[in-house]
T-cell receptor, first 113, second 115 residues
């Protein structure tokens, strides 16, 4: 079945530590891939996206993600987390001719001082 | 960058009344907009796809007579929750697709509380 999986429901990291949020997808072809961040009570903000080309993409706020076709993964990374990064992170894929969006369940990030 | 607004951000209403939520793309035209519902600590659930000048496409299980969608222009879609009941209380988020970059941009959401 087609799906987007974020295996980690909740992750806690210390401020200044590195971060990796996992995302795996299951679709027939390589979909368009996105990472969004949602602060409490807010809408979603686009962090970065991958359509084609260089498999390592840079986004806003110091985030990057790497597309690995062999693993059907699109993991989000940040070398040094700031307290303001605490939020909910959603991986999403765009599929089909109309690029319909399908979201993962989300990963909640807590940042310890 | 692409900006999407929603109005109102908060609404409290009595059971049985109807509530209209507006979604606007401020700096681009969107032939397609989307309406999502989000329950606390859960992901977004797509309710319907709103197409300018035509009928919306509803996801399975979403009542089209309950959630009326109108996409009358390239920058505005509205969601009307008709005869709202407490179980309709939720966080409603819209998005607009900027076709040229194949990307959805999201509004800030509308929190609906039905008493």
């Amino acid at each position: 079945a087609q799906s987007v999986t974020q295996p980690d429901i909740h992750i806690t990291v210390s401020e200044g530590a590195s971060l990796e949020l996992r995302c795996n997808y299951s679709y027939g072809a390589t979909p368009y891939l996105f990472w969004y961040v949602q602060s409490p009570g807010q809408g979603l903000q686009l962090l970065l996206k991958y359509f084609s080309g260089d498999t390592l993409v840079q986004g806003i706020k110091g985030f990057e993600a790497e597309f690995k076709r062999s693993q059907s993964s699109f993991n989000l990374r940040k070398p040094s987390v700031h307290w303001s990064d605490a939020a909910e992170y959603f991986c999403a894929v765009g599929v089909g001719r109309n690029n319909d969006m399908r979201f993962g369940a989300g990963t909640r990030l807590t940042v310890k001082p | 960058g692409a900006v999407v607004s929603q109005h109102p951000s908060w609404v409290i209403c009595k059971s049985g009344t109807s509530v209209k939520i507006e979604c606007r793309s401020l700096d681009f035209q969107a032939t397609t907009m989307f309406w999502y519902r989000q329950f606390p600590k859960q992901s977004l659930m797509l309710m319907a796809t709103s197409n300018e000048g035509s009928k919306a496409t509803y996801e399975q299980g979403v009542e089209k007579d309950k959630f009326l969608i109108n996409h009358a222009s390239l920058t505005l879609s509205t969601l009307t929750v008709t005869s709202a009941h407490p179980e309709d209380s939720s966080f409603y988020i819209c998005s607009a697709r900027e076709t040229s970059v194949k990307t959805q941009y999201f509004g800030p959401g509308t929190r609906l509380l039905v008493l």
